[in-house]
């Protein structure tokens, strides 16, 4: 069984609308949390990366918040544009050396 | 920078045959990792290595065999491909240490018929 768990699956939204993605994790012990976005044919690119006290952070915008009492995370898209179609993967380091935990990813498509 | 750089693309393999992919960073990174990507599936580590001449099973290494002679490659080897191994491949790298932020190339896809 995954120890990543996202949600959902995928989802399809109008350009400037606004999204959230869930991620649920099981991963223990836990390091830090970041989230990925994968253009299609083209290797996964780092959105952010949050540690146990980070409970929050932003690139543009997209912002992510971290709960790690309740081990859930989420990714907000704001203002969706055609150029976040892409696939977004939630992965938990488990320690220091980067050993990861990947979800399978949220399918997002933005239509006109 | 070209960061990190995989080769070939594509390749079409026969049941039983073998071949080499080629991982390149110019990052100057210790960490560098391959994983496989399968349809629903997250990404799965297959080896990783920590510095130069060191490498370590993943979670899914069977059939693969791996080598870092020099500290910028990492070569991912089959040395009799299956159809089970037909997945797309990505190569990645870290620092050492930290958030350890992973630098992904842009991915070989595999098929063995």
């Known amino acids: 069984k995954n120890q990543v768990e996202q949600s959902p699956q995928s989802l399809i939204i109008l350009e400037g609308k606004n999204c959230t993605l869930q991620c649920n994790y099981t991963v223990s012990p836990f390091s830090n949390l970041r989230w990925y976005k994968q253009d299609t044919g083209r290797g996964p690119v780092s959105l952010t990366i949050m540690t146990f006290s980070e409970n929050t952070k932003s690139n543009g915008r997209y912002t992510a918040t971290l709960d790690a009492d309740t081990k859930q995370s989420s990714l907000h898209i704001t203002a969706s544009q055609l150029s976040d179609s892409a696939s977004y993967i939630c992965v938990v380091s488990t320690d220091s050396w980067g050993k990861f935990q990947f979800g399978a990813g949220t399918q997002v498509v933005v239509t006109p | ?113």
Request: with cysteine.
């Open chain 2, 1 to 113: 920078n070209a960061g990190v750089t995989q080769t070939p693309k594509f390749r079409v393999l026969k049941t039983g045959q073998s071949m080499t992919l080629l991982c390149a960073q110019d990052m100057n990174h210790e960490y560098m990792y391959w994983y496989r990507q399968d349809p629903g599936m997250g990404l799965r580590l297959i080896h990783y290595s920590v510095g130069e001449g060191t490498t370590a099973k993943g979670e899914v290494p069977d059939g693969y065999n791996v080598s870092r002679l020099k500290k910028q490659n990492f070569l991912l080897g089959l040395e009799s491909a299956a159809p089970s191994q037909t997945s797309v491949y990505f190569c990645a790298s870290s620092t050492r240490g930290g958030k350890n932020e992973q630098f992904f190339g842009p991915g070989t896809r595999l098929t063995v018929l």
